[in-house]
């Protein structure tokens, strides 16, 4: 068994093992996709406070 074969075993295990995890524990599942969705949307979209307290959106991508 060469190594890439080696990796690619690991691989598909740890994805398997990982998927039925999900299946059994939905819920903090959701809660680590909510996390990761929330920090990819913080990214992409700077959130500002103003001096008032509300929360203003800018987009700096065009």
């Not at 979209?45 to 987009?59: F, P, R, W, Y």
Request: hydrophobic share 50%; proline share 0%; charged share 25%.
């Amino acid at each position: 068994m060469s190594f890439t074969d080696f990796l690619r075993t690991v691989f598909e295990i740890a994805l398997v093992t990982f998927t039925l995890w999900a299946v059994f524990h939905e819920d903090k599942f959701a809660a680590i996709e909510e996390t990761l969705f929330s920090n990819f949307k913080r990214r992409k979209l700077k959130v500002a406070k103003a001096k008032s307290g509300n929360i203003i959106k800018v987009n700096f991508q065009e």
